[in-house]
């Protein structure tokens, strides 16, 4: 584990990070000692520094640092985590000193492999995200409503829960974004008003878009979702998981577009990583 560049796994309690959620986070997944998508990640990064108006140490800086951390593993999980740093009075910001930058690895989710192929169930949860326009779309450290959410549920045969926005819109899932699936078009939830921009929805709307596929971000009602044709979420690690099962909705992941998960997994993951599974 790096922190601000030293091999160390100690900050001070004062990090605005552990006082207030006062920064941001990037997941990713590390594969033969390469970072997937990430340039993208460090973009999204960025928008979320300028966002909070977090002085965003160098980006050069961070890619260096990642890469040490990630050159010896084989298949892993890569976090980076940007917080203001110690200080300011309170809440103010003013006079808070160097940001601080965690960089660190761990081991790769056991996620069944079956998952991507013979798709997960999905469940609705109780849990609602509140809205402010000015976080959403980026991956504040603030994910308590994503706690609340992940903590209904115990069942192992449950693999994600779909979360609604507080005037009842689907927005995601606790860990990843949704999409809907009928014929040629690909509908996923508007990210306006809160919601992570996720990197890998980001690789599926280019993916579908490159297959033909209609693709919108709209305003999706839980009777949208469940009279879809098919259903998937995404994120970084995962890639791409078709539904099996919402509720009681059950989906022909049979018909899902291998064309779509292989092509998501090749962008995702890199070509040579994608062939090999
Ligand atoms: C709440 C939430 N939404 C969406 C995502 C998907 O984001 P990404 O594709 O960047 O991994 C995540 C990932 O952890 C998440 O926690």
Redesign the pocket.
């Known amino acids: 584990m790096l922190i601000n560049g030293q091999a160390q796994d100690l900050l001070s309690v004062s990090d605005r990070g552990l006082q207030y959620g006062d920064g941001l986070f990037e997941?990713l997944a590390v594969i033969d000692g390469v970072p997937a998508l990430l340039d993208r990640h460090l973009q999204r990064l960025q928008a979320g520094c300028q966002r909070l108006k977090i002085d965003c140490p160098d980006i050069g800086l961070i890619k260096q640092e990642i890469a040490l951390e990630a050159k010896a593993v084989v298949r892993g999980v890569l976090k980076v985590i940007i917080t203001r740093g110690s200080g300011g009075r309170g809440y103010n910001p003013a006079d808070a000193a160097q940001p601080s930058r965690i960089i660190y690895t761990a081991p790769w989710p056991e996620y069944p492999d079956n998952y991507r192929t013979e798709g997960v169930n999905l469940r609705l949860c109780r849990t609602r995200l509140g809205w402010n326009s000015q976080l959403a779309g980026i991956?504040h450290l603030n994910r308590l409503e994503?706690v609340l959410a992940r903590a209904e549920w115990r069942e192992t045969t449950i693999s994600e829960g779909v979360i609604l926005d507080t005037s009842g819109q689907v927005i995601?899932?606790?860990?990843?974004?949704i999409f809907a699936i009928n014929g040629s078009e690909i509908a996923t939830p508007k990210l306006d008003q809160c919601?992570?921009a996720?990197?890998?929805?980001g690789v599926v709307i280019e993916v579908a878009q490159s297959l033909g596929y209609q693709v919108s971000e709209q305003r999706i009602s839980v009777a949208q979702l469940k009279q879809a044709e098919q259903l998937c979420c995404?994120?970084?690690?995962i890639g791409i998981w078709p539904i099996r099962r919402f509720e009681d909705v059950h989906y022909a992941v049979g018909r899902f577009d291998q064309q779509l998960l292989e092509g998501v997994m090749a962008l995702g993951f890199s070509h040579e990583q994608a062939a090999s599974r």
């Not at 995404?234 to 690690?237: A, L």
């Open positions: 997941t991956k994503q995601e899932g606790t860990m990843s974004n919601g992570v996720g990197i890998m929805r995404t994120n970084s690690i």
